[in-house]
């Protein structure tokens, strides 16, 4: 008996392409639930392997008398295609291909082909493991600020013993000053609201020197309020600014956040709902141009299990959707 084995997100579409291979008498000798390929499925993605099984394998698709076969790649335009087709930039794919090794290209893994995404995505991975004194993250709304400061908070507290303080400076969204305080009282860290400039200037003067951690409206830069708390920190030398975007958003409306925030001066970036998105690739080129050096990667709600420090390896195995990442620095 020929076996062959189909993968899926559900057992109709594994079962349609089994039949329509092996033919529709092909039996199905068992279903799992297995983890996807690849970085989804260390994110906890799952799907349906069916194992079906036919008398005998099924003749080979012929070739029509007017059907030329197809031109065969040289081993540098075949990792230049891959790349491209899984939504990279033209000339960053040709840029990848033409830097591996000529014995390395035929052929190439997803091994090789990580590495060499990484080598060239080092440059984004922040390098910087200590904090400044005030951490302060921009954004539009929906975008992970609030979670993603309590998963910083909450993973310096477990893995240090040590207690970050927590600045809800949002005289907007209720709910996400209530959502940070609840997290500060879950693991002790000292929380306070700021609501104007002076607010904001008093809660970072004064008391214990331990860095503290600024949630902020989901506000462009050139707003009132928002302007004013900027301003406040723009006195500072001792404050580092994150941009946090979410890693589904479209090319084009990221370049409009970049340049709305700008004002803010982030000199680092956050991305989150990485496990909501099929791939980094068709950020990267914005990503490049910016410059912005990436200090945290979000892979999903869980506090504080989903929150990595950035580095070329998780970079690299986001764009790729094919090879399993690296479990980055701890916070």
Do not use: C
Request: proline fraction near 5%.
């Amino acid at each position: 008996m020929f076996l062959k084995r189909y993968r899926s997100l559900n057992v109709r579409d594994a079962l349609r392409a089994a039949r329509e291979d092996l033919g529709p008498d092909a039996l199905v000798l068992s279903t799992a639930l297995v983890p996807v390929e690849g970085w989804r499925g260390w994110l906890g993605r799952r799907e349906i392997e069916l194992t079906a099984g036919a008398e005998r394998q099924p003749p080979p698709v012929r070739r029509r008398q007017d059907e030329r076969p197809r031109q065969r790649l040289s081993g540098h335009e075949e990792i230049a295609a891959r790349l491209s087709a899984g939504g990279l930039d033209s000339a960053l794919a040709e840029e990848i291909a033409a830097g591996m090794p000529a014995q390395s290209r035929r052929g190439a893994s997803v091994h090789s082909l990580h590495a060499a995404l990484a080598s060239r995505l080092s440059a984004l991975a922040a390098d910087d493991d200590e904090y400044a004194r005030v951490e302060v993250f921009v954004g539009p709304p929906g975008v992970g600020k609030t979670t993603t400061i309590a998963k910083i908070a909450a993973q310096e507290r477990a893995r240090r013993g040590r207690k970050l303080g927590l600045v809800a400076a949002d005289g907007f969204r209720i709910g996400a000053v209530e959502q940070l305080r609840m997290f500060a009282e879950i693991i002790g860290s000292p929380f306070k609201v700021a609501r104007t400039g002076a607010d904001l200037e008093e809660a970072l003067s004064g008391g214990r020197r331990q860095p503290v951690l600024v949630d902020t409206a989901g506000r462009s830069a050139s707003d009132g309020l928002a302007r004013d708390l900027l301003q406040v920190l723009a006195r500072r030398s001792d404050v580092r600014t994150h941009l946090v975007l979410a890693a589904d958003t479209p090319a084009a409306t990221a370049r409009r956040i970049f340049d709305a925030y700008e004002e803010a001066r982030p000199t680092r970036l956050v991305l989150t709902k990485l496990d909501e998105t099929e791939s980094l690739s068709p950020l990267v080129s914005l990503l490049r141009e910016r410059q912005l050096p990436i200090s945290y990667l979000g892979t999903g709600q869980r506090v504080p299990e989903d929150l990595n420090r950035a580095t070329a390896q998780l970079l690299a195995a986001s764009v790729l959707g094919e090879s399993k990442p690296v479990t980055g620095r701890p916070s």
